[in-house]
């Protein structure tokens, strides 16, 4: 096929993503309003919700990121339209196998498994081809993705043991660790450019250090070893350290544009998932209010501000000038995360309803997304252009 779709990663990977994420939670809300039997017939429901959020669209979207961040680092091709026709079949063989329900699942670890060696074989070949061994931070982080859902399928056959809490909130740690490590590398850069002044903003090394140096314990003390009172102050420290980014890349002309807001919103989020984990044990509310402020608020409202990002900068629109509806999908999704976290804190009576609210907001931030950003993702770049 020679679409232009199939020309570069983002453009089917981001448009599933963003199509699946409103539909994977359509029904997940129905099924919070009223329980039935056949979602995923055979595994829990709330498995199949968390597995699917994390490696059904996240995944996706960070497929799509890197094929097109490592071909420009590299100035190399990724994926070819036939390996793009692949990735995007066996994704589309993982989620539709694990809706059909557990006598199916056999498709799904087949789906994901050739999902996750096309996407691997797609960027290491360029990077290893370009000896760019900066970049094995970034990869690292794929691979531990792949091994963390081989480790989920694993866990439901019953061959590993508890392997539930690594495969998925250890795969929604990884997430915000490759989260910070591009914020570091680009998120400077792009409120620079985007504020279109001579501005210089604060990133410093000790920063850097310090962040990765936190995160590792807090993620060794949480998943590995069970030292929780290290892990709640790694935790508080992760919180200060990422609003201290806050604090160095804030402008207030960023509220200008939602490529640049939603940035630094999200990372607030991140900060705020942090901070709700290190209070969780003097507080006594569910460790999944933080773990939904990092999924909600910071994963997925960083994606779509990263996925608008990248559609409207290789498809040769004006950066500057995003689609105005983008503001409020953001919005949509960074308020989802507040009704998931802060809301329950204050009116636990009413949890199910933040629920149910959240997941509407979800709903409306991607239908939103998507409307707006598959014509751009279907058609030609409109500067005549390759991409």
């Known amino acids: 096929m020679s679409h232009v779709v199939w020309q570069r990663g983002f453009r089917p990977l981001f448009l599933l993503a963003s199509l699946y994420a409103a539909i ?8 919070l309003y009223a329980p039935f039997d056949d979602l995923s017939a055979g595994i829990s429901p709330h498995l199949w919700h968390a597995h699917e959020m994390i490696y059904g669209y996240a995944f996706a979207v960070i497929a799509g990121f890197l094929l097109t961040a490592v071909r420009n680092w590299t100035d190399s091709e990724t994926a070819s339209p ?20 557990a006598d199916y699942l056999i498709w799904a670890v087949l789906g994901d498994l050739v999902f996750t060696l096309v996407l691997l074989y797609s960027l290491l070949r360029p990077i290893i081809a370009a000896r760019q061994w900066r970049q094995s931070a970034v990869m690292g982080k794929v691979l531990l993705l792949g091994g963390s859902n081989a480790i989920f399928y ?24 490759l989260i910070l490590t591009i914020a570091r590398r680009v998120f400077p850069f792009f409120i620079e450019r985007g504020l279109g002044s001579e501005v210089k903003l604060f990133n410093a090394r000790w920063l850097d250090l310090s962040s990765l140096l936190v995160f590792v314990v807090f993620f060794l003390c949480d998943l590995a070893f069970g030292y929780e009172a290290l892990a709640r102050i790694s935790a508080a420290l992760m919180s200060l350290i990422v609003m201290c980014r806050l604090v160095a890349w804030y402008d207030a002309r960023v509220w200008q544009s939602p490529l640049l807001w939603s940035l ?10 942090f901070l709700l984990y290190s209070l969780q044990g003097i507080l006594n509310f569910s460790l999944n209010l933080p773990l939904h402020t990092l999924a909600i608020g910071g994963i997925g409202a960083l994606t779509t501000s990263m996925m608008a990002r990248v559609s409207i900068g290789h498809t040769g629109r004006n950066l500057r000038r995003p689609p105005s509806s983008l503001h409020l999908a953001i919005a949509l999704l960074i308020a989802g995360g507040l009704f998931r976290s802060v809301a329950p804190i204050a009116m636990p009576e009413a949890y199910t309803n933040w629920l149910l609210i959240s997941s509407l907001c979800w709903i409306g931030g991607f239908s939103l997304f998507a409307v707006t950003f598959m014509p751009i993702l279907l058609h030609p770049r409109v500067d005549g252009k390759q991409g």
């Not at 694993?154 to 660790?177: D, H, R, T």
């Not at 630094?264 to 900060?271: E, N, V």
């Open 82 to 101: 036939h390996a793009l026709q692949l990735l995007c079949a066996s994704w589309l063989l993982a989620r539709l196998a694990w809706l059909a329900g």
């Open 154 to 177: 694993l866990s439901l056959a019953g061959a590993v043991n508890e392997g539930f809490k690594w495969s998925l909130q250890g795969a929604i740690y990884i997430i915000i660790a």
């Open 264 to 273: 630094l919103a999200s990372l607030a989020m991140i900060a705020l998932g």
């Open 24 to 31: 994977a939670i359509g029904i997940w809300a129905v099924y």
